[in-house]
């Protein structure tokens, strides 16, 4: 940016440019753009190190939670790769390495129905868990580290059992085909979170910078602790323990340091119940700090946009009397309380915004057991309030089923 000073008679007019609110040079204006001496002094290692690690305009282009998840995200990163050496170490002796017995066929054959398991595991996964990994991004997040810890146990496991060798090989890749999947999709999910100023390429690059950092430094770890315990079982697996346990707590402390300012259902969960305890509104700090990892939590039995044919036999009268009064209505959406859930039915011009207006309301209604219409009162009320304590409303993350309904008028 630049900024003129002042002109005055006596004194030259001079510019100063800035860089990301730092100081870069000053100039003079003499009928020409001379620099002035203050230029900006060189860089220091810590200036050069943030350059190349950390995303453009940092702290200003990311979210405020930033720094904290990536600290916790790399010491995680650094454990998973200490498990990682001793697991890839088990495979190997288990496939032969070593062995004068073993054949290059059989580790083939190995090798292929690992690979064929992950794949077909992961075709699998995406096709029935995709559309909920937006949604709750820290619940997958932190099942993906599990399974990835898992899979590593289960390969640690593979040699002491020769004859299951190939089946335990193939349950970790089925472990490990969804950790790739959920691992991600989740990360897209958070840098798309992470980045203010429509930089979600350099946040990503960035995170991959760090993420080699961190490799590189346990690579030369594990060049350390490898030809210690590749004889000694006993060491094994206390080192893998011990890694596991620590990468596993680092996972939970870096969800947890997440502060999502889009809702989702659990969200909507507790900002409701805290809401109905004493009329106060959560900010997105206080809320994501009280969101389930692992449960629905108050928004239990919500569903939002579900097909109709899918509810129909628990429908009534008076909840067909509901439709036909909604689908002749300018309304965008309805609310159907029906046998402890309440479903929420959209038309097609629905906006997100539409969706956590109605969605709120159904958990204000699951929560009182009252009339619709004082819920969606509730929920009017509920939302500017919100946007004061700094939530965005125009967007949300919530589990659609994607259905609408509209009347056809020609019948």
């Given at each position: 940016s630049l900024s003129a000073h002042p002109s005055t008679p006596t004194m030259a007019q001079s510019l100063t440019e800035s860089k990301h609110g730092k100081l870069q040079c000053k100039y003079k204006l003499d009928n020409s753009l001379t620099a002035s001496k203050a230029a900006?002094?060189?860089?220091?290692?810590?200036?050069?190190?943030?350059?190349?690690?950390?995303?453009?305009?940092?702290?200003?282009?990311?979210?405020?939670?930033?720094?904290?998840?990536?600290?916790?995200?790399?010491?995680?990163?650094?454990?998973?790769?200490?498990?990682?050496?001793?697991?890839?170490?088990?495979?190997?002796?288990?496939?032969?390495?070593?062995?004068?017995?073993?054949?290059?066929?059989?580790?083939?054959?190995?090798?292929?129905?690992?690979?064929?398991?992950?794949?077909?595991?992961?075709?699998?996964?995406?096709?029935?868990?995709?559309?909920?990994?937006?949604?709750?991004?820290?619940?997958?997040?932190?099942i993906a580290d599990i399974l990835n810890d898992l899979s590593m146990f289960i390969e640690l496991l593979s040699p002491l059992f020769p004859s299951y060798f190939v089946l335990l090989v193939c349950i970790a890749s089925f472990c490990r085909a969804i950790v790739g999947v959920a691992?991600?999709?989740?990360?897209?999910?958070?840098?798309?979170?992470?980045?203010?100023?429509?930089?979600?390429?350099?946040?990503?690059?960035?995170?991959?910078?760090?993420?080699?950092?961190?490799?590189?430094?346990?690579?030369?770890?594990?060049?350390?602790?490898?030809?210690l315990a590749s004889d000694n079982l006993l060491l094994t697996w206390c080192m893998f323990v011990s890694a596991t346990c620590l990468h596993i707590f680092c996972n939970y402390l870096a969800v947890r340091s997440l502060v999502m300012t889009q809702c989702n259902g659990r969200r909507a969960g507790v900002l409701v119940g805290r809401y109905l305890d004493n009329q106060q509104v959560l900010t997105p700090t206080q809320a994501n700090a009280q969101e389930p990892l692992f449960s629905n939590g108050a928004s239990s039995g919500v569903v939002l946009a579900p097909s109709l044919g899918s509810i129909s036999y628990l429908l009534g009268p008076d909840d067909y009397e509901t439709l036909r009064t909604f689908a002749s209505s300018s309304n965008d959406g309805c609310l159907l309380p029906?046998?402890?859930?309440?479903?929420?039915?959209?038309?097609?011009?629905?906006?997100?915004?539409?969706?956590?207006?109605?969605?709120?309301?159904?958990?204000?209604?699951?929560?009182?057991?009252?009339?619709?219409?004082?819920?969606?009162?509730q929920a009017r009320s509920l939302l500017p309030q919100m946007v004061e304590k700094g939530w965005e409303v125009e967007r949300c993350q919530l589990f659609d089923h994607g259905h609408r309904v509209s009347l056809d008028k020609a019948e």
């Open positions: 900006a002094p060189g860089k220091s290692i810590a200036g050069v190190f943030k350059e190349v690690f950390l995303p453009q305009g940092y702290p200003s282009s990311v979210s405020n939670d930033y720094i904290a998840y990536q600290t916790y995200d790399t010491a995680q990163a650094f454990c998973s790769s200490i498990s990682g050496t001793l697991a890839t170490q088990a495979v190997l002796k288990g496939v032969g390495v070593g062995n004068a017995a073993a054949t290059a066929a059989a580790a083939t054959i190995t090798h292929l129905l690992r690979d064929a398991t992950g794949m077909v595991t992961g075709i699998g996964f995406a096709w029935l868990q995709g559309s909920d990994l937006d949604n709750n991004a820290k619940q997958w997040r932190l691992g991600g999709a989740t990360r897209a999910a958070l840098i798309q979170h992470q980045a203010l100023r429509n930089n979600m390429g350099d946040v990503a690059a960035k995170d991959g910078s760090q993420e080699t950092l961190v490799n590189l430094s346990a690579l030369v770890m594990s060049l350390v602790l490898t030809p029906v046998h402890g859930m309440v479903a929420i039915v959209l038309k097609p011009d629905a906006t997100p915004n539409t969706s956590l207006l109605y969605f709120l309301a159904a958990v204000f209604l699951q929560q009182q057991k009252t009339n619709a219409e004082k819920c969606l009162a």
